[in-house]
């Protein structure tokens, strides 16, 4: 039985359509459009796999809240919820206290603590600390005056009264109206040695503030100078010479 010849459908060269490529109406039927490529996931990749260029660098979560931290941007509303979660964390650890010591670990949640606290105190200054988290932070027990805050501004009070009447900040450590007003001047300093140093310190930027706007003297001379010495050489030699003779 002979075969059934197979047709062969030969190329529609520029003649009459084909009835597929006919629509309804009569009109040509336009060639499908190619598929659209993604090129999404062919982007260069850095790092991580899985993360384009401009991904990689976008800064992390964690270095958001460093920046925000330390006053840099305005915060977002996650990157509040995720530091005021590490605070009820740190709660839980320390017998349900909310004062985040200077010598924490974790610095960041440190200075995150300080800002709210120094965003409270100066709301004259717009900043990212709103009506809405002030209740949040109450409704946890959250400490906006410390106990070392009032010590430390009653010392300055002390200066700034010292300073009225001797028009310095240079207290000597035996100063007898308030003895230790001159070991609190030379903590200051120290403390603002590890503040510079991006260390953990008592020291803030608004503490830094009122005491160089008071005029507080930061660096002191470690050795007086050498005309001084040699006139208190000369004083000791007259008071030796009166005892001798």
């Not at 460093?66 to 740190?90: D, I, K, P």
């Not at 409270?120 to 717009?126: E, L, Y």
Request: one cysteine or more.
């Amino acid at each position: 039985m002979p075969k059934a010849s197979k047709s062969r459908s030969m190329p529609n060269r520029g003649g009459r359509p084909k009835e597929d490529d006919v629509a309804v109406d009569g009109s040509t039927k336009a060639p499908p459009l190619p598929p659209v490529k993604d090129t999404t996931a062919s982007s260069k990749k850095s790092g991580k796999k899985g993360a384009s260029v401009e991904d990689s660098k976008q800064p992390s979560k964690e270095t958001r809240a460093r920046e925000f931290a330390l006053g840099v941007g305005m915060e977002t509303q996650e990157s509040w919820n995720a530091m005021l979660f590490t605070l009820l964390l740190y709660k839980s650890r320390n017998n349900g206290n909310t004062n985040v010591k200077s010598d924490c670990a974790d610095q960041t949640l440190y200075q995150w603590v300080l800002k709210q606290r120094a965003s409270k105190a100066d709301s004259s200054t717009p900043n990212d600390l709103t009506a809405d988290r002030i209740a949040v932070l109450d409704t946890i027990g959250f400490q906006w005056i410390l106990s070392d805050d009032i010590s430390w501004n009653k010392h300055f009070e002390n200066l700034t009264a010292y300073k009225a009447e001797f028009g310095d900040c240079r207290v000597p450590r035996s100063y007898d109206i308030h003895p230790k007003l001159g070991e609190w001047v030379t903590e200051q300093r120290r403390q603002h040695k590890l503040w510079s140093d991006n260390k953990a310190s008592t020291m803030t930027e608004e503490r830094n503030t009122k005491l160089t706007e008071l005029g507080f003297v930061w660096k002191v001379r470690e050795r007086a100078d050498w005309n001084d010495r040699y006139e208190q050489l000369l004083e000791f030699k007259k008071e030796v010479s009166i005892h001798l003779v």
